[in-house]
């Protein structure tokens, strides 16, 4: 079973759409960190956010934000207003004890904004 | 953030011969480096973690006597491809994490490997 799990294989949406990708998260640790990266067509993967267990707090960086639920153990990303420079494959990451203290991502999801 | 480089970012060479890739943390030092390998169209695999003057620690399925990783500095780390394949082609990419940082990893931007 996969340890980090985002359902949407591909997404696509017009330029201004509002778009969220999924992230659904495994572990029994009570400590833990969740991650978002984005790996645009140069492939190098850009950090976008780092969340502990602790903080449920959701998150807003400019047209970006996120949404922690510890109950349904999710990590939600939604990107508003977005733009063709957001097209890209989008990973979720998990840190935890379980794992090692190793990353554990999850498949991606490519999501692709037409102008 | 942290900056991570990797050299080179391509490189295309013979069935047989052997492929050193370097990552280096630029503005921190880094304490554990990490390795993935990425196909096509899919997610990152862990290869293997180092810290920094100790033997790596491979993940299962890895050959370490094939993927040599060397992290003889804090801001240094080696993985060096022996007789490479063509089944070794791949996108590899290094990560580093420094005290720092935290828990947060910092990727460099990936050398793409093309065994002829």
């Known amino acids: 079973a996969q340890k980090v799990t985002q359902a949407q294989t591909e997404i696509s949406v017009v330029e201004k759409e509002d778009v969220t990708l999924d992230c659904v998260y495994e572990?029994?640790?009570?400590?833990?960190?969740l991650f978002w990266y984005k790996q645009p067509p140069s492939g190098e993967l850009v950090f976008l956010i780092r969340r502990n267990s602790f903080d449920e707090q959701n998150e807003i960086s400019g047209r970006y934000s996120w949404n922690f639920q510890k109950s349904t153990s999710s990590f939600n990303f939604t990107i508003t207003a977005s733009q063709v420079v957001d097209s890209a494959v989008y990973f979720c990451a998990l840190r935890a004890p379980d794992y090692g203290q190793n990353f554990v991502f999850g498949p991606g999801t490519r999501l692709s904004v037409l102008p | 953030g942290a900056v991570v480089s990797q050299h080179p970012s391509r490189v295309i060479c013979k069935s047989g011969t052997s492929v050193k890739i370097e990552c280096r943390s630029l503005d921190f030092q880094a304490t554990t480096m990490f390795w993935y390998r990425q196909f096509p169209k899919q997610s990152l695999m862990l290869m293997a973690t180092?810290?920094?003057?100790?033997?790596?620690?491979?993940e299962q399925g890895v050959e370490k006597d094939k993927f040599l990783i060397n992290h003889a500095s804090l801001t240094l780390s080696t993985l060096t491809v022996t007789s490479a394949h063509p089944e070794d082609s791949s996108f590899y990419i290094c990560?580093?994490?420094?005290?720092?940082?935290?828990?947060?990893?910092?990727f460099g931007p990936g050398t793409r490997l093309t065994v002829l």
């Open positions: 572990t029994r640790d009570t400590t833990y960190y």
């Open positions: 180092s810290n920094e003057g100790s033997k790596a620690t491979y």
């Open positions: 990560s580093a994490r420094g005290v720092r940082e935290g828990d947060t990893q910092y």
